[in-house]
């Protein structure tokens, strides 16, 4: 599982004076099937930055766009088969972990320092969002914490879906509750 630290993310930045930082923020990407519906998966040469699920390819594609408005977006049809299939089978067996390389650049610092501390949460746990906000000593930061984990592009590889209410209950998730039910049952059970 990719674990990461504020000076990690710092030192993945490119350098405004590269040449190459522009391209290194282009994003390629394609569409799969999964058992929750069609996947996008968007990556940059750093890593995975989109995790999108949904019914619809244009609207995961709007998606995409508004979520990223000034990358280049280029669609790469099969190129990206492999991290298509890898996703899918995390679905299915969630405990196996997201191996795939994360770019998580496009946050802002408190949405980064909420990415990571869910990095560090175990499968088959979870945490309310009052304790995540505690955890990364913003003790009265819960709704906030609630928004960074809705800005998360990159669905199951941020796992937003070990958060719950502080009575335990499972509530909203941008993927859709029986989705995160699922995840978190399935994760329970390893």
């Known amino acids: 599982m990719y674990m990461a630290d504020t000076d990690t993310l710092s ?17 390629v990407f394609s569409i799969g099937d999964s058992s929750a519906g069609k ?55 969630p405990t196996d972990g997201f191996t795939l390389p994360l770019d998580m650049r496009h946050g802002t610092l408190f949405q980064r320092r909420v990415w990571d501390a869910l990095l560090s949460i175990p499968y088959g746990a979870t945490i309310t969002y009052a ?19 809705a800005a998360n592009a990159i669905a199951l590889g941020i ?6 209410r502080s009575n335990g209950t499972i509530s909203g998730y941008r993927w859709g509750v029986e989705l995160k039910r699922s995840l978190i049952d399935k994760e329970a059970k390893a």
């Open 11 to 27: 030192r993945s930045l490119p350098p405004a004076t590269n040449p190459d930082a522009v391209a290194s923020h282009d994003i």
């Open 39 to 93: 996947i996008l998966i968007g990556r940059t040469i750093v890593g995975i930055c989109a995790v999108l699920i949904g019914a619809d390819e244009e609207a995961l594609r709007s998606d995409l766009k508004a979520r990223f408005p000034d990358r280049k977006l280029t669609w790469t049809g099969s190129q990206l088969n492999d991290e298509l299939e890898k996703v899918a089978q995390y679905l299915e067996h």
């Open 131 to 149: 304790a995540l906000a505690c955890r990364i000593g913003e003790p009265n930061g819960a709704r906030a914490v609630a928004g960074a984990c």
């Open 159 to 164: 796992p937003c879906h070990r958060v719950v």
